[in-house]
C-alpha cells in the first residue's frame, strides 16, 4: 500500500484531493510527485522492467483523473492508489504473458524448439505464414481461435463472449488448430527454402 503518513511532501491529502477532483492541474502534479516513487518502485518490483513500470504508473494516473471527480469521497487515497496499480500491473503482465504463449505457440506449430539467430531472424516469416493460415478459417474458427491465442481468452470468456457454449468453443479452436497445420505443412517446404536463402545471402 502507497501511505502518504511519513511523506513531507504531502501536508494535506484531502484537500489536494479537494482540488484534484475540481480539475486543478497543479494539484494533480503534486499528487503525482508525491507518489510517483512509491509506485514506480512497487510497479519495478513486479515486472521487473522499467518501461513497464513506468506504463504502470502513467495508466494508473491517467485512470485516476478520467475518475478525479470521485476523489473527495476517498478516505484511505493510498489504498485506492494501491488496487488501481495493482490492477495495471495485472493487465501488463497478462498481456506479456500472452505474448510468450503466442510466440510460443507459433515455434510449436512449426515444430522447433530453436533460439538460434536463424530463428529469430525468420520469425517474421513463420508469423505472416501463421497469419496467412488463420486468415483461411471460417469466420467463427477465427475469432474463436483469436480470442483464445492472441488476447488470452478463457474458454468460458469466448464463449461469452461469441455468444456460444463452451463445447462449441472447443470445437472450434479444435478445428482451427487442426486446419493451421495442415496450412503450415503444406507450405513447410516453402519456409524452409526461404532459409536457406536467408543462410547463403
Do not use: C
Amino acid at each position: 500500500m502507497f501511505s502518504s503518513e511519513r511523506n513531507p511532501l504531502l501536508h494535506d491529502e484531502k484537500e489536494l484531493l479537494r482540488l484534484v477532483a475540481r480539475g486543478d492541474a497543479k494539484a494533480f502534479r503534486r499528487l503525482f510527485e508525491v507518489y510517483y516513487d512509491p509506485m514506480y518502485s512497487t510497479s519495478l518490483m513486479y515486472t521487473k522492467v522499467h518501461e513497464l513500470a513506468e506504463d504502470v504508473v502513467q495508466q494508473a494516473f491517467l485512470r485516476i483523473w478520467e475518475k478525479r471527480g470521485t476523489l473527495e469521497t476517498i478516505d484511505q487515497f493510498g489504498a485506492y492508489l494501491f488496487i488501481i496499480a495493482r490492477n495495471e500491473i495485472i493487465n501488463i503482465l497478462r498481456k506479456q504473458s500472452s505474448h510468450r504463449t503466442y510466440i510460443q505457440h507459433i515455434r510449436e506449430l512449426f515444430d522447433t524448439e530453436r533460439d538460434t539467430p536463424e530463428e529469430q531472424m525468420i520469425i517474421k516469416q513463420k508469423r505472416a505464414l501463421l497469419h496467412l493460415a488463420v486468415e483461411n478459417l471460417p469466420p467463427q474458427q477465427r475469432l474463436a481461435y483469436r480470442l483464445s491465442r492472441e488476447k488470452g481468452l478463457s474458454y468460458e470468456e469466448i464463449a461469452a463472449d461469441m455468444r456460444l457454449s463452451i463445447n462449441t468453443v472447443k470445437e472450434h479452436i479444435s478445428a482451427a488448430l487442426r486446419s493451421i497445420r495442415e496450412f503450415l505443412q503444406r507450405y513447410r517446404k516453402e519456409l524452409t527454402l526461404l532459409l536457406g536463402s536467408w543462410l547463403l545471402s
